[in-house]
């Protein structure tokens, strides 16, 4: 299946268009964050408009840039795109003499923003360019050569019918009127293989910031690719193509805004700072080496609790009884990886309000969440197994930093619970629901589990719930199980990609080598470089083509899971597991410490020192 859609991105700034060049979606154009600026951009050149029509060929290199070529009567043109910070440089290439006009629709919205009767705009003529202003947004149109011709339009246009027309569903689009306003247009005469720059922004720009944009635009995105490329690097293993790998760690970058400390859920339409996706990624921001930014993270998030925990989305009024065990983990991962006394003690501040919260949760033993207070928020659900495994492992973390006797209590308390919910040969998904669900999943990520219960769990996902597109969120043999559900049916990349982490901490290479290939498969499938929300049983993408969860985790399954690394930084030691089968290299950069490691089938070389262990191998520095 060849993808259909492409996101490029930056710091909150993403440009959600089709392949072919078509602007054919609701949710199509350029964004910062949660707001819209422009619909579409259109180029004539003479007589006749690039389009689908005479599209030839989409090249996607990274989420910052990618090519489109079209044929015309005349001959070829070339259009490259450079996503950066605020802005959108388009730049256009004919090779032969021609007149180009640019058109540029504008529709300065909020996400949740369908047609809005009697919009109105203000536009003011600026040094290169043009500003449109809607009840204090403005959105700038900027362009070195050539000439602005004022010829305002209003008008009313459904994108979302062509998305429909292209075989995707209401999950993307389901057609609804939106504004449409175009202030004019842009007009000059370009040489066989002159290009023509359109650089349409969120901010204003002053002629020495927007000449640097465009000229350096081929070398901010050559610099780029070279990062992406050096740090894929880092992940060198048998087990893993490479270019799943570079494509994580590009997603990796896109989703996340590094100036305002950020990452959101997925683009176009989770373009939100969820904090329960946000958690599950961050460990591999440890694994890129990339420690500032989690601490930053941290620090940002522990600000946000409060009596009722960590809300689902930052400033949202939801509280789902995930979040702050997530939360935990990773910070208890992050002083492992840096042995931060400082936020050993931004933690031990927040203990006694998180033990006060726990308190309220606890009920006969269990965290009772109850409604739609976890991951899968389209369904009510009550004792749900994935919060009693979060919490055993949150508290495992806290007890291991704190040695404190209450904590170890309520953990403990937590374990029997969990292993109470053991059935034959699975965990039900609930207390007293006995659905055999994928959520069980997470109490073998978390490694909570003992050796008999974690071998039965992961017979059971293999045979009821791994398919050929990855893992169903229901086992297909559950009465619950709906082809047609969202969290009853669906299969969650996001759940593959913790299946196959436990496969391989368990010793089944083969099988975690499998579920790989799978995601490998889900990768580009409708969007390019991208894996989506979820799939359908029969291998129909849906929901969010642009999923962070979906593919972001890989970086620290990669280290922790398959080459089997476990930083104790505290302790100046790093543990190796044996992993039979596995051959990788990982490079390591601690306290100014570079540290480097070749696993081969059970065996490791380092340049610190090695004490070998029946299971595993210590690296003291």
């Not at 256009?92 to 529709?107: C, K, L, Q, R």
């Not at 004019?184 to 370009?190: E, P, R, V």
């Amino acid at each position: 299946m060849e993808p259909v859609l492409h996101v490029m991105s930056k710091n909150g700034t993403f440009l959600f268009r089709f392949n072919n060049g078509e602007f054919g979606s609701k949710w199509c154009g350029i964004w910062k964050e949660n707001r819209k600026y422009f619909d579409y951009f259109a180029f004539k050149l003479g007589n006749e408009f690039l389009s689908e029509s005479n599209f030839k060929k989409f090249s996607f290199y990274n989420s910052q840039f990618s090519t489109m070529s079209f044929e015309t009567i005349s001959g070829k043109v070339v259009e490259e795109i450079k996503c950066h910070d605020d802005c959108v440089i388009v730049s256009v290439t004919p090779s032969y003499n021609t007149s180009i006009s640019a058109e540029v629709g504008v529709n300065i919205r909020e996400r949740d923003e369908n047609y809005l009767e009697g919009k109105k705009y203000e536009l003011t003529e600026i040094k290169n360019g043009v500003k449109v202003d809607f009840e204090g947004n403005s959105a700038f149109i900027y362009f070195l050569n050539g000439n602005f011709k004022l010829q305002e339009y209003y008008g009313v246009h459904s994108p979302g019918i062509y998305a429909m027309k292209k075989g995707l569903t209401h999950h993307l689009d389901k057609g609804e009127t939106q504004n449409k306003y175009v202030p004019g247009y842009t007009i000059a005469n370009l040489k066989a293989d002159e290009t023509y720059d359109l650089v349409l922004s969120s901010k204003e720009l002053d002629f020495d910031a927007l000449y640097k944009l465009i000229k350096n635009k081929i070398k901010y995105a050559e610099n780029y690719g070279e990062i992406i490329k050096t740090e894929s690097r880092k992940f060198e293993v048998d087990q893993v193509d490479k270019e799943l790998v570079m494509d994580a760690i590009d997603s990796i970058y896109s989703y996340t805004n590094f100036n305002k400390k950020e990452i959101y859920a997925g683009f176009p339409y989770f373009n939100e700072f969820w904090l329960r996706d946000s958690l599950l990624i961050l460990p591999s921001f440890l694994s890129l080496g990339n420690f500032s930014f989690v601490r930053d993270i941290i620090v940002k998030l522990s600000n946000e609790i409060n009596d009722n925990g960590l809300p689902d989305i930052l400033g949202g009024s939801t509280y789902p009884k995930d979040v702050l065990g997530l939360f935990i983990i990773d910070t208890c991962e992050y002083y492992r990886y840096t042995g931060d006394g400082s936020i050993l003690r931004l933690l031990e501040e927040k203990k006694s309000v998180i033990i006060q919260i726990l308190n309220k949760w606890f009920n006969d033993g269990f965290i009772h969440d109850k409604g739609r207070e976890t991951w899968m928020d389209s369904i009510d659900r009550e004792y749900s197994i994935e919060i009693q495994a979060i919490w055993i492992k949150a508290l495992s973390g806290m007890y291991e930093l704190y040695h404190d006797a209450n904590t170890n209590q309520m953990m403990e308390r937590l374990r029997k619970s969990l292993n109470s919910m053991f059935r034959e040969g699975h965990f039900a998904d609930q207390r007293d629901v006995d659905i055999n669900s994928a959520n069980q999943i997470f109490a073998l990520y978390f490694g909570i589990l003992d050796e008999e219960k974690t071998l039965a769990t992961i017979k059971n996902i293999e045979d009821n719930m791994l398919s050929e597109q990855g893992v169903l969120s229901v086992s297909k043999n559950d009465g619950t199980f709906d082809f047609n559900s969202y969290q009853r049916g669906a299969v969650w990349p996001m759940l593959t990609q913790l299946f196959s982490a436990a496969a391989y901490f368990n010793g089944r290479t083969a099988l975690g080598k499998k579920i790989l290939s799978i995601l490998k498969q889900n990768d580009n499938m409708q969007c390019s470089s991208r894996v989506n929300e979820i799939i359908q049983p029969d291998g129909i993408p849906k929901g969010c083509p642009s999923q962070a969860w979906s593919l972001c985790l890989l970086p620290f399954i990669i280290e922790r899971y398959i080459l089997g690394i476990e930083p104790d930084i505290p302790n100046n030691k790093i543990k190796v597991m044996k992993r039979n089968g596995i051959t990788g290299k990982k490079t390591l950069n601690i306290n100014d410490y570079i540290i480097e490691i070749s696993i081969e089938d059970g065996k490791i070389k380092s340049n610190c020192n090695c004490v070998e262990m029946p299971d595993s191998f210590i690296l003291e520095f």
